[in-house]
């Protein structure tokens, strides 16, 4: 069943939900001077789009199509669009462009360079670059300047016919940052230029933030990373991966943290890493067991501690396409 929801001002969501894998796809469209469909869905469900895109506007009339990466509920049915849409012209990372998409398409399309601004009429949607986040190297986000919303692809992914979000999640509201810092590695800082962009703060970016160093340690099936990933988090000391035990990974993270606090005298210290050396910091300042508190982690997640005493801590999870 596919259902439409005005999730704001001329912006649709177009959602259907698959019982048999328990899994909604979804589309996003905009209705503006130059229309805009974020996800095209598979190619065996664009009849489905097409006719809820029709409730809305003439499907001929789609001027921009876009999506995060190069994938088949992303894109499939791309070349559908083209051919009933003849003044579409895809939206992607020039990455995007060079590997798959100007060779998969019926048309040329349009790269986009970080940062850089798409009009479609009153609203105007800035690219991000944001190698695999939420996965593939080639991936990419829009956010709408006007209301603030992310067009988030599987960042936010949950199984379930869920219901839509038509107002504000913003569980950053109440945060007053005196600093954003990110670590060293892409994809914290292209979050954290999201992260501020909100707050029309800079980014600072800091050595020590970056993810346990797994050097040497290659790809491993799912239940033997969890083991070895149990045995991290159990044997500090012990060198069980790439070539930083947890202890260190800690004391190297905690300095960082450290480092920050002091430059940062007045608002909120935000910081943006990884996973498992968050895990680390969390569990040394806390009474947490760090690979049950690892096992619970999202994508994403926000983790708040009281300064000064880092003693004590509340988990945000955020639920909805808006930071």
């Excluded at 969390?282 to 994403?300: D, M």
Aim: proline share 6%; with cysteine; glycine share 4%.
């Amino acid at each position: 069943m596919t259902t439409i929801t005005e999730i704001a001002s001329d912006i649709y969501r177009i959602s259907t939900n698959d019982p048999n894998i328990d899994l909604q796809f979804i589309q996003f469209l905009v209705k503006d001077e130059e229309p805009l469909l974020f996800h095209t869905g598979l190619k065996k469900m664009f009849p489905l789009v097409r006719d809820a895109v029709g409730k809305i506007l003439e499907p001929s009339q789609i001027r921009w199509i876009s999506f995060s990466h190069f994938e088949a509920d992303e894109c499939g049915s791309l070349n559908q669009w083209l051919t009933i849409a003849p003044n579409a012209q895809t939206v992607c990372s020039p990455l995007a462009t060079f590997v798959s998409i100007d060779d998969f398409a019926i048309r040329p399309s349009k790269s986009m360079q970080n940062a850089e601004v798409l009009n479609t009429g009153k609203y105007n949607f800035q690219f991000y670059h944001t190698p695999q986040v939420p996965h593939g190297w080639d991936a990419g986000l829009f956010f709408e300047t006007t209301n603030k919303t992310l067009f988030c692809s599987d960042l936010f992914h949950q199984f379930g016919d869920l219901e839509p979000i038509t107002e504000s999640d913003d569980k950053l509201a109440d945060f007053h940052p005196g600093i954003i810092a990110a670590s060293t590695e892409p994809k914290a800082i292209e979050t954290a230029q999201i992260i501020a962009q909100k707050f029309n703060q800079p980014v600072e970016v800091f050595g020590g933030l970056q993810e346990c160093d797994r050097t040497n340690f290659g790809f491993v099936e799912e239940k033997k990373f969890f083991e070895t990933l149990e045995a991290f988090f159990a044997t500090p000391d012990k060198l069980v991966m790439g070539l930083e035990t947890a202890t260190r990974a800690f004391q190297r993270f905690q300095q960082a943290v450290e480092n920050i606090i002091a430059k940062t005298p007045d608002g909120d210290v935000m910081i943006v890493s990884h996973g498992t050396v968050i895990t680390l910091f969390i569990a040394g300042c806390t009474s947490q067991e760090p690979f049950a508190f690892w096992q619970q982690l999202g994508q994403p997640m926000a983790i708040a501690l009281p300064l000064p005493n880092l003693n004590s801590l509340e988990i945000i999870t955020f639920t909805s396409n808006k930071l």
